[in-house]
């Protein structure tokens, strides 16, 4: 006979490889030091989403830090590429979705870009390698 102690070892255990399937991820496009950055954050707290929660973290110590959901994204990462924009300003896009982010004002919102042309110079692209989100420079 299972005593109550067994059994609840067992759920717990037999939940495990569910909650493997669930995603919790971020990473960085570092501007110029630890203190200034553009974070991809991604999260999937149940393993029966079929999307995931994204946000943006913008973050230039002391002056700005400030995380801003975007758009959900599709359980495969789906690139987004990262242009210099201005003074602290870089234009992101997502598949077909445009954003603005600004380590200047402290916002990340969206972006209706006419012409759908980058405006500024490619940086690199958020995406996935070896099966984990990394942002990828444009020099590498």
């Known amino acids: 006979m299972i005593g109550p102690r067994s059994a ?56 700005c830090q400030r995380r801003v959901a975007i758009h959900p994204g599709t359980i495969a990462l789906t690139e987004m590429d990262v242009y210099e924009a201005g003074a602290l300003l870089w234009a992101l896009r997502q598949g077909e979705r445009w954003y603005l982010a ?20 490619y940086v ?3 995406r996935l390698k070896d099966g984990n989100p990394v942002f990828v420079a444009a020099n590498s």
């Open 8 to 63: 609840r070892r067992a759920a717990v255990l037999a939940l495990v490889p569910l909650l493997a399937a669930c995603e919790n991820s971020a990473t960085a496009y570092v501007v110029d030091t630890s203190q200034h950055a553009l974070i991809l954050v991604r999260e999937r707290p149940y393993f029966w989403s079929s999307t995931i929660d994204q946000a943006v973290v913008v973050s230039r110590l002391p002056h």
């Open 102 to 121: 600004s380590t200047e004002t402290c916002q990340v919102q969206d972006w209706n870009n006419p012409g759908g042309a980058p405006p500024g110079t």
């Open 124 to 126: 690199g692209s958020f």
